[in-house]
T-cell receptor, first 114, second 114 residues
Framework: EAQVTQNPRYLITVTGKKLTVTCSQN?????MSWYRQDPGLGLRQIYY???????DKGDVPEGYKVSRKEKRNFPLILESPSPNQTSLYFC?????????????FGPGTRLTVL | SQELEQSPQSLIVQEGKNLTINCTSS?????LYWYKQKYGEGLIFLMM?????EEKSHEKITAKLDEKKQQSSLHITASQPSHAGIYLC??????????????FGKGTKLTVNP
């Protein structure tokens, strides 16, 4: 089944404890992206990747890192999480190297930083 | 200010009623997506509109694009409880780096009462 998977789905952590949220897609998509969704602010792009080893900042990249060593994986790294990073995170992938194509979303990761 | 304004922010309708959700862009529309999100879950692609005047339908949902008004509407006919969720519009935007990405509206929360 074609899908985007994220792990973990739920995470409660404490300020400053490094964490990684994994994202994997099995559709051989070039483009991958991370979003966060917050009440009243909607869905905002954190980072995106047009292909392996090509990543760039989205609208709200502060406090996050990403890497794209393989086509299928695009992990989101929070080196020193803070409470304002409590949010619902989505990974998405799409064919092509542009973000203009239909994006397939993962199920989301609900992160709470205490 | 928000690039994509959705109205209304929330909507409660009785099962069987028709409804319309609007999405207005402050910038030129190159492509417009509609997604549906079940509460706290991932986004499901509904439709994409690319050309002015374009209209697409899927089951009881119809979307139209008015390029001149920089606006899209999503119309649901004879609503059912299964239509409940959050509807988001997304527009294609060019980045400073020359690539393209999706930006999203804040969403319209639809409740359908049986």
């Amino acid at each position: 089944e074609a899908q985007v998977t994220q792990n973990p789905r739920y995470l409660i952590t404490v300020t400053g404890k490094k964490l990684t949220v994994t994202c994997s897609q099995n559709m051989n998509h070039e483009y991958m992206s991370w979003y966060r969704q917050d009440p009243g602010l909607g869905l905002r792009q954190i980072y995106y990747s047009m292909n392996v080893e090509v990543t760039d900042k989205g609208d709200v990249p502060e406090g996050y890192k990403v890497s794209r060593k393989e086509k299928r994986n695009f992990p989101l790294i929070l080196e020193s999480p803070s409470p304002n990073q409590t949010s619902l995170y989505f990974c998405a992938s799409s064919p092509g190297t542009s973000g203009r194509n239909e994006q397939f979303f993962g199920p989301g990761t609900r992160l709470t930083v205490l | 200010s928000q690039e994509l304004e959705q109205s209304p922010q929330s909507l409660i309708v009785q099962e069987g009623k028709n409804l319309t959700i609007n999405c207005t862009s402050s910038k030129t529309l190159y492509g417009l997506y509609w997604y549906k999100q079940k509460y706290g879950e991932g986004l499901i692609f509904l439709m994409m509109l690319q050309k002015g005047g374009e209209e697409k339908s899927h089951e009881k949902i119809t979307a139209k694009l008015d390029e001149k008004k920089q606006q899209s509407s999503l119309h649901i006919t004879a609503s059912q409880p299964s239509h409940a969720g959050i509807y988001l519009c997304g527009a294609v935007r060019k980045t400073q780096g020359g690539s393209e990405k999706l930006v999203f509206g804040k969403g319209t929360k639809l409740t359908v009462n049986p």
